[in-house]
């Protein structure tokens, strides 16, 4: 595609349900991050994968959080069991070799009531 | 580990002024720098990088940064505001350029531009 796809851009969950982000990077891209934002903050690193390996999972915050790339493309960032501590937008970037620019996409927005 | 510190949290100018964001590093090796600007609702950009080559880099819309390796430092400037440079504005440090090294975010200035 053009650019980085997050879905859904919006998701409002109860606290202890489990939640599921999807990532489409850029075709081609080999390199995929996903990040978490706090209101106010910085994206902070939450794990990375080289096609379909998770090399650095260092991030996660949790057991709670769980990330897959099955086939080297399109990634899922799990959530079980949410808490209200985890509301944030939540960033996928891709890129196409070991070096380059990072292309983020749009983040969810994700709100645990 | 590396680390980037924003000075300021806030910066409010006033279109065709300058502008200057701060920005100083932390790194054990000869670090990659960036700055990114995010637009509300919008993803991440990329303005301008630094890799260890030229240490005034050049950017999109006008921005430029110069690395200072003596102050530990890589500010934002620009010469002229304009009121669609009003964004949120991160200075990042990466220890390479490549591989798997995730990029390390400061908190974010926040540029205002009044007209």
């Known amino acids: 595609g053009a650019g980085v796809s997050q879905s859904p851009r919006y998701k409002v969950a109860k606290r202890g349900q489990d939640v599921a982000l999807r990532c489409d990077p850029i075709?081609?891209?080999?390199?995929l991050f996903w990040y978490q934002q706090a209101l106010g903050q910085g994206p902070e690193f939450l794990t990375y994968f080289q096609n379909e390996a998770q090399l650095d999972k260092s991030g996660l915050p949790s057991d709670r959080f769980f990330a897959e790339r099955p086939e080297g493309s399109v990634s899922t960032l799990k959530i079980q069991r949410t808490q209200q501590e985890d509301s944030a937008v939540y960033l996928c970037?891709?890129?196409?070799?070991?070096?380059?620019?990072?292309?983020f996409g749009e983040g969810s927005r994700l709100t645990v009531l | 580990a590396q680390s980037v510190t924003q000075l300021d949290s806030h910066v409010s100018v006033s279109e065709g002024t300058p502008v200057l964001l701060r920005c100083n590093y932390s790194?054990?090796?000869?670090?990659?720098l960036f700055w990114y600007v995010q637009h509300p609702n919008k993803g991440l950009q990329l303005l301008l990088k630094y890799t260890s080559a030229a240490t005034l880099v050049k950017g999109i819309n006008g921005f430029e940064a110069e690395f200072k390796k003596s102050e530990t430092s890589f500010h934002l400037t620009k010469p002229s505001a304009h009121m669609s440079d009003a964004a949120e504005y991160f200075c990042v440090v990466s220890d390479t350029w490549s591989g798997n090294t995730p990029l390390v975010f400061g908190k974010g200035t926040r540029l205002s531009v009044i007209a």
């Open positions: 075709s081609g891209h080999v390199s």
């Open positions: 790194s054990s090796y000869s670090p990659s």
């Open positions: 970037a891709s890129r196409s070799t070991g070096a380059g620019e990072l292309f």
